[in-house]
């Protein structure tokens, strides 16, 4: 019997419209406390300018509902929100991309206008096995955020391929 290798076709080509992995929620939650300190930057300073707090124990009421809340916003909702309409589709001569929470984006992009296409994955991501590909065209650049690791190469792969970017000579 013989064993053969998955392709783009048989696995990524469905005509439905695909979830990028769920582990990308846990990876979001992770990058949204990490760049809290950040976030939270703007509220301390317009705290400590604008409201004439005389008690050191309000202000680190204030401080610590600050921080709850966009802990929650940041760490917890919206990145279940964000996955939740992230979806992409691969077709046979194009690749659909459709995301956004408040402002609903589809994109189509033909493989005949895909001039580079990239996968990038950082620590955090690694961890999860999980990958960006990014696809660049004239146009503009777009990224499918945390697709499984083998998803991801099949699909870099595929996307090179139709787009005939390895019969380019440099």
Known sequence: MEITQPNAETILITGELRPIDEN???VWR????????VYLTPVYIAAF?????ESPITMMLLAILSVMLLLFLFS?????LRWKHWRYMLDQNYILLKYGIFFKREVVIPFSRVQL????HGPIMRSYG???VS???????HSIPALPDIEAELLRNHLAEQAHLHDVDV
């Open 24 to 26: 990308a929620i846990q």
């Open 30 to 37: 992770m990058h949204g406390f990490f760049w809290l300190p």
């Open 49 to 53: 300018n604008w409201w004439s707090v």
């Open 76 to 80: 917890w909702w919206l990145p279940a």
């Open 117 to 120: 296409v990239d996968t990038s």
């Open 130 to 132: 999980l990958m960006n």
């Open 135 to 141: 696809i660049s065209t004239a146009g503009g650049d």
